[in-house]
Nanobody, 125 residues
Framework: VQLQASGGGLVQAGGSLRLSCAASGRLFSAYTMSWFRQAPGKDREFVGG????????TYEDSVKGRFTISRDVAKNTMYLQMNNLRPEDTAIYYC???????????????????WGQGTLVTVSS
């Protein structure tokens, strides 16, 4: 599956953005899909993901209650709605997909075979 992330930009603290991840090439619903982010000088970290088998959505603790992941199967697109953004949310955001992943691997970047190109989110204070 090929992934294309979009929707990043510059926003003030407290603002909102919606990122999109458009998938093509394979059956969208057959993949576990997640969002990761990487801030300058830091490791890539898990933001949230949707498991293919159960559609269970898991979030990293610091974004719970502020970020929401959704999928539109008809459009082969996953979304990340980000509200109440903070300066520490500044990062390049990536979408990732894997056809075979177990719960313990969900947060591990190396578990994903397919990655989008990333979209930059900058939150000013």
């Amino acid at each position: 599956v090929q992934l294309q992330a979009s929707g990043g930009g510059l926003v003030q603290a407290g603002g909102s953005l919606r990122l999109s991840c458009a998938a093509s090439g394979r059956l969208f619903s057959a993949y576990t899909m997640s969002w990761f982010r990487q801030a300058p000088g830091k490791d890539r970290e898990f933001v949230g993901g949707v498991k293919r088998s159960s559609s269970t959505i898991t979030y990293e603790d610091s974004v719970k209650g502020r970020f929401t992941i959704s999928r539109d199967v008809a459009k082969n697109t996953m979304y990340l709605q980000m509200n109440n953004l903070r300066p520490e949310d500044t990062a390049i955001y990536y979408c990732a997909a894997s056809p075979t992943i177990i719960t313990s691997q969900l947060r591990v970047p190396s578990s994903y075979q397919n990655w989008g190109q990333g979209t930059l989110v900058t939150v000013s204070s």
